[in-house]
Structures are given as C-alpha cells and as structure tokens.
C-alpha cells in the first residue's frame, strides 16, 4: 500500500509539473499571445532588413511582383528559424513577468504550489516548440533553403557563372573538383582545381587567386601565382611540378546551364540529416584514402613510419639529405635531394588536401548538429526567460525585449564562433554547437535555483567592501 501511495504521488506530481493543473490552462494563455506577438515582430524587422539589403539585387530586372512575393516567401524561412526561439524567451519573459508584477505568482506560491510547477507549463511549451522546430529544421528549412537559392540563381542569371560557395568542393564540372577558400565578389581566392578525367596522370593545380567566366558550353579560368603538379599513377617517380603567373584553362562542357539548373547541387544547408551523414561518409573516405595514399608514399619513397606532422617530414627529408651529401657525389646528392623535394612536395600537397576533406566533414556535422542545438535553445530560454520575469517583475515589452536582445546575441555570437572554430578544425563540431547551450542551461539553472528558494542572485555590496578592505591593506 505504500508503494501505491508513493507511486501515485509520484504521479501527481508529474501531471502537476506537465500543466495538469489548474491555473496550466492559464499561463499557456499568458504564454501563446506574447509569443505569436513577439515573433510576428521579430519575424518582419528580419523580413524588412532582408528586403533592404537585396532591394538592389531586384531592381531593375523587370520581375513580375509574383515572383518577388515568391522570394520573400521562400526566405522567411531561415528567418522564422531564427525569430522563433527569441520569441519563445520574449514571451517566456512577457508571461511570467506579467504574473509576478500583477502578484499572482506570490498568489500561486502562497497557496502551497512550488515554483517548479509554475514553471512546468513554460517547459513544457518549450519542448513543444523545440520538437516542431528539429522537424522544420530537418525537412521544411532544407527544402525552402534549395528551393530560394535556385531561385536567387535564376534572378541573377544575366551574369551566368557556376555557383561556387567558398569552403565547399564544386563538382559540378565532369571530371573536375574545384575547391575555393574565400570569395571577393568576382574573385576567387585560394583555389584548388583536381583534375579527374585521367587514370594515368593525375593533375592539381594551386592558385592563390583566380577568376571564372562562363562563354557558352566553355568554362574559363584564369589563374594566377600558383603550381601544376603532375604525377604519373603508373610510375610514382614520374613527378613534375611546374609554377606559374598567369594561366588559363579552358574546359568545354556540354549543355553546361541546363544539367546544372536540371541537376542543381545542395548545399550543407539545404539537406536533411539523411543527406549530410552521406556526404559525412563519402568524404570521410576519400580522407582515409588520401591518408593511405601518404602513407605508402612515405614508406616507400622515405623508408620511414613518420607521423603526417609536415615539420617531421622536413626534418626527416633534410636529415637524409645531408647524409646524401655526405655519402654520395655531388651529382648523386643533387639528383637525390631533388628527388626528395619532389616527394616533400607531393606529400605536401596530398595533405593539404586531407585537410580540405577534414573541413568539409566538419561543416556537414556543424550543420548535424545544428538542427537539434538551436531547437533545443527554446527550451534553455524557457528556464531563463521564466525566472528572469518573475526576478524584473516587469511584464510589459520593452524590458523583455531588451534582456531577450542580449541573451539572444550572446548565444548567436557564441554559435557563429564556434561554427567558426569548427571549420577551422580547432574544435570538435560538437562542442562548437553545444556548447552556447551548455553555458546558457547553467544560467537558467542557476536563475531557476534562484527564483525557487529566493536567494540574492549576487551581492555586489560585499564584493565591493571586500575590494575596498584589500585595498587598505598596506604594502609589505
């Protein structure tokens, strides 16, 4: 009988804390207003900026309004995907504000209901939208993301070009990979350019900047400051390395506009988790082979198990080559130590190329990740925006507003930067996403903890006597 007593108060209290109660009903109100309110606000200063800033992009190409209308819908929804959790602690902010400033939070508490009650409703509104927003971001954003860009690329087709996203390889071309670091408008900056269409000679070309035009079915690159390297897959030896200034590549694509419109490529974020774990897979594996690559040349052309740190494999390199000096003639050290050089930059370049598919497994599982950080950051600014109301006591919305401003770009700024560090392979994408929430959940906690046993949050007084007593201390 006492287990059925425990169980079922056990019970109780779950129901309580899921909204099963009473006054549920009635923060639930409190909470949806403020929130379809907040996020018609948010959602339209976005929409507008968005509007002002490619207002440029629109005029002047003689658009039908349809198809104006048609852009603005296919982005709003990346905007509602980042209006939405500030509206849920706007209107987490609004509710329980308004509740303790009208005293009816202290009517509530006093007639024997906890604050973890109170606060169940907010969560549990929270989880709702959480669970609505990793379906949005999973399957409603990708396909609105693609459909947007198509778009974008058809607006601006008076100038064609292949559409080249810094960070990522193009493929778009057969039998060719292209990889840019960054982007200056018409520039291409940092350029890799493989060469696939052969199986006996495989060529890489290195450019430090470059430019693309597009002349009916022909692709046409002019490059600049950079390398061709050559090397013979029959005969590893047969290695050929040429710099240059200037160069030009021409290469003739059949029905090159329309296989690329019929045949459009996604971006990282315009796929499902589905599609991105693919892309994990498939470059994950060209790493290991490229890895694989580097190891038999190592062992075979080094004799050596060194690891893939290139300051090793140059002190190895210049270590054998002073021993060439030393044993061999000068015409055999030469032809030896050119040799060597040829192989350091071979290794080199195999493993600059390691590292581009390092970086782009990384931004697929940024994105991965991504779709559950940002959802699940509704239900972290429920535990913040709930008990930060009860705190300011301030139920109107300027202050929400204010306070829900800087959380909001407290935790963007911690996201673009640890997307940042991501993809520069400095942190694990993991931690890159998580860990705006993890810092953001001790702060709910802690104002949670606060606002249930009403503690003083800080007490800046004594701090401030403290220092003014280490202050006094005289000097020794």
Request: with cysteine; proline share 3%; charged share 25%.
């Amino acid at each position: 009988m006492s287990i059925f007593r425990i169980v079922k108060r056990f019970v109780r209290k779950i129901f309580s804390f899921c909204g099963a109660w009473i006054g549920a009903r009635y923060i639930y109100r409190e909470l949806l207003f403020p929130f379809l309110f907040s996020i018609s606000v948010v959602t339209f200063v976005l929409l507008s900026n968005f509007l002002f800033k490619s207002v440029d992009r629109l005029l002047g190409k003689g658009l039908q309004l349809s198809v104006v209308l048609e852009f603005l819908y296919l982005n709003l929804a990346w905007i509602i995907a980042m209006s939405v959790p500030m509206a849920v602690l706007v209107a987490a902010l609004m509710a329980y504000g308004r509740l303790a400033e009208d005293n009816e939070i202290t009517a509530m508490r006093s007639s024997g209901i906890s604050f973890l009650t109170i606060l169940g409703p907010g969560i549990i509104f929270g989880v709702l939208i959480s669970l609505f927003m990793m379906y949005f971001h999973n399957y409603i954003l990708p396909e609105y993301n693609h459909k947007a860009r198509l778009l974008t690329g058809d607006i601006y087709r008076k100038r064609p070009g292949l559409n080249i996203e810094p960070g990522y390889f193009m493929e778009d071309i057969p039998d060719y990979s292209i990889y840019v670091k960054e982007r200056d408008d018409e520039k291409l900056k940092s350029l890799i350019i493989y060469n696939k269409d052969s199986e006996s000679v495989q060529t890489t070309i290195y450019a430090d900047s470059g430019y693309l035009k597009v002349d009916g079915n022909t692709v046409l690159f002019t490059l600049y400051s950079g390398e061709i390297h050559e090397l013979n897959l029959n005969n590893l030896e047969d290695y050929r390395r040429t710099d240059f200034q200037k160069h030009r590549i021409a290469i003739p694509v059949d029905n090159l506009m329309l296989e690329r419109r019929e045949t459009a490529r996604r971006g990282d974020r315009e796929m499902t988790i589905a599609m991105m774990r693919k892309n994990v897979e498939k470059y994950a594996k060209e790493q290991d082979k490229v890895y694989t690559k580097i190891r038999k040349m190592i062992i075979s052309e080094l004799d050596s198990t060194v690891t893939y740190n290139l300051a090793e494999l140059k002190k190895l390199i210049d270590r054998k080559k002073a021993e060439n000096e030393e044993l061999l003639s000068g015409d055999q050290a030469k032809l030896q130590n050119r040799r060597l050089n040829s192989v350091y930059s071979r290794i080199k370049g195999e493993l600059n190329l390691a590292t581009s598919y390092r970086k782009q497994v990384n931004k697929y599982k940024v994105e991965i990740y991504k779709k559950f950080s940002i959802p699940t950051a509704c239900i972290i600014f429920i535990l913040i925006g709930a008990p930060m109301g009860v705190i300011t006591k301030k139920g109107g919305i300027a202050v929400p507003a204010l306070l829900s401003l800087l959380f909001f770009l407290l935790y963007y700024i911690f996201l673009v930067g640890g997307e940042e560090l991501a993809d520069m392979l400095i942190i694990p994408p993991f931690w890159a996403m998580w860990t705006p929430n993890i810092l953001l959940l001790i702060v709910g906690v802690y104002l949670t903890y606060y606002a249930t046993w009403e503690h003083r949050a800080l007490q800046f007084s004594r701090l401030k006597k403290l220092f003014k007593r280490e202050h006094k201390k005289p000097l020794e």
